[in-house]
């Protein structure tokens, strides 16, 4: 395995005539992502709980539907970011993952935590 080369933000792991490896942070777009699905489930909730007139089947079952399917792309997202993220131990990831699964709210502290900072 090479040097580490630093390239601006972008640090070129190891190249070779077949790959290049690059190690980033989420991109623009995962992040916009995440910080707007975390706001339409706070929105989402919050707005059923202040107003109970809207406490339908017919209005909660598409909205939760949308939800779920907004969660589950951030999850993946998620989860695509621990994959390729290196720690410190082998074992974090594996326990980022159950925390996640467990208890959903945790996502957003691995995303303050790592999600917005580079690889």
């Known amino acids: 395995m090479t040097r580490p080369v630093t390239l601006g933000t972008l640090e070129v792991i190891s190249s070779n005539i077949f790959t290049c490896t690059l190690r980033t942070g989420m991109n623009i777009f995962e992040k916009t992502y995440s910080f707007l ?3 339409f489930e706070i ?3 919050s707005f ?4 109970p007139e ?3 089947l017919s209005l909660l079952l598409p909205a939760s539907m ?3 399917l907004v969660n589950t792309i951030l999850i993946f997202l998620i ?3 621990i994959y390729r993220r290196t720690f410190s131990a082998p074992k974090i990831k594996i326990i980022w993952v159950a925390v996640i699964l467990l208890f959903w709210p945790a996502s957003i502290l691995y995303l303050l935590k790592y ?3 580079p690889r």
């Open 54 to 56: 809207y406490q339908r």
């Open 48 to 51: 059923f709980l202040l107003n």
């Open 66 to 68: 949308v939800g779920l």
């Open 37 to 39: 699905a975390i706001l």
């Open 43 to 45: 929105s989402l909730i």
């Open 115 to 117: 999600g917005l900072q």
């Open 79 to 81: 989860f695509h970011d």
